[in-house]
């Protein structure tokens, strides 16, 4: 499976943000990741593409929203109120292979397919 992440760029603190991500087929889950220098890869949100269910990273409910379009295999992740501590390279991720349970959504072990990564970086 392909991801294809879009939508990063240079932001002002209090602006918003949509990233897009497109698989080349059906993944069960979808999922962003995020990775800030010095830091390690931190889950950020996951959506399953059965129902809608959603599932998003301590502190950061509220502020961003996941969504799906199942018809073209996308996901998004709407940021706003972005703040300077949200500057990172943000990864879409995807399982494609078979079901997880939902508390197993937030490791980054859990996903077969990673995007290249798209930098979002938040200026004060």
């Known amino acids: 499976v392909q991801l294809q992440a879009s939508g990063g760029g240079l932001v002002q603190a209090g602006d918003s943000l949509r990233l897009s991500c497109t698989a080349s087929?059906?993944?069960?889950?979808m999922g962003w990741f995020r990775q800030a220098p010095g830091k390690e890869r931190e889950f950020v949100a996951a959506?399953?593409?059965?129902?809608?269910?959603?599932n998003y990273g301590d502190s950061l409910k509220g502020r961003f929203t996941i969504s799906r379009d199942n018809a073209k295999n996308t996901w998004h992740l709407q940021m706003n109120s972005l703040k300077p501590e949200d500057t990172a390279v943000y990864y879409c991720?995807?399982?494609?292979?078979?079901?997880?349970?939902?508390?197993?959504?937030?490791?980054?072990?859990?996903?077969?397919?990673w995007g290249q990564g798209t930098l979002v970086t938040v200026s004060s």
């Open positions: 959506i399953a593409w059965s129902g809608g269910s959603t």
């Open positions: 087929t059906r993944t069960y889950v």
């Open positions: 991720a995807g399982r494609s292979t078979a079901r997880i349970v939902f508390s197993a959504w937030s490791s980054a072990d859990s996903y077969d397919s």
